[in-house]
């Protein structure tokens, strides 16, 4: 049996302006410092039990201004209900239990770090490798790059649905904004580097109970940094 999921919206809203250090940490890709901030939310778990992506960005007006419209806000799903200790945070929170039959077909939204796992001279192991980046290094020089690399993630997709449970409708999956992300972190001899690949379309569920407990613990790396969260509606 699936364990209870909670699906939450954590907006901030009343953070003083004079003090924006907060936002800062949050902003321009700054995943690590929104992880470590969301981790406030669940002050009891000493394990991480959430996913989350963030759902817009602050952005800056003028030196030490930001819009409060833009302040950060995240998804949050999670096996324990969020909690808001500070007053310029608002966490609004419903249960998360979707009922689903085989071959229901639903709109999802993923955001993920789609890597494989590959054997890499000098490297005793197989080491995590871009599915986009390889399928890019395969491409002669004076071949358009893009194809290849939408391919490679689509086929990356349809592989974790025959494990998990669902199966991408490939007429209207749409694979956008592939991003790179290089992270300074403290005390690090180098930056923590992932990507991030937005994927959009429609689905069908080939494994009802399988599907729901995949979607509470995510898809693909980097769940860390906001990637791994499907978000689902009806179709």
């Given at each position: ?147 290849a690399m939408e391919a490679s993630a689509k086929s990356w997709l349809v592989a974790q649905g025959e494990k998990k449970g669902f199966a991408p409708d490939l007429n209207s999956l749409a694979v956008q904004q592939y ?57």
């Amino acid at each position: 049996m699936t364990a209870p999921m909670y699906l939450s919206e954590v907006s901030v809203t009343g953070l003083d302006m004079d003090s924006p250090h907060f936002v800062l940490s949050m902003m321009d890709g700054k995943q690590y410092k929104q992880h470590q901030w969301l981790w406030h939310l669940f002050q009891s778990e000493t394990e991480r039990k959430f996913l989350y992506r963030e759902k817009t960005g602050a952005q800056q007006t003028s030196p030490g201004v930001y819009q409060r419209s833009n302040l950060p806000s995240f998804y949050v799903l999670s096996t324990v209900a969020p909690q808001a200790h500070l007053k310029y945070v608002t966490v609004k929170t419903k249960s998360f239990s979707p009922s689903l039959s085989k071959g229901r077909r639903l709109f999802f939204h993923l955001r993920a770090n789609p890597v494989v796992r590959k054997k890499r001279d000098g490297y005793k192991h197989s080491q995590k490798c871009d599915v986009l980046m390889d399928a890019k290094r395969q491409v002669s020089g004076s071949e358009p790059a893009w194809p290849a690399m939408e391919a490679s993630a689509k086929s990356w997709l349809v592989a974790q649905g025959e494990k998990k449970g669902f199966a991408p409708d490939l007429n209207s999956l749409a694979v956008q904004q592939y991003q790179q992300h290089l992270l300074p972190k403290k005390g690090a001899p180098k930056p923590i580097t992932f990507s991030s690949v937005d994927y959009q379309g429609l689905l069908a569920v080939t494994d009802p109970e399988l599907f729901v407990a995949e979607l509470g613990k995510g898809f693909g790396s980097a769940k860390a940094f906001g990637c791994g969260l499907m978000l689902i509606r009806r179709a």
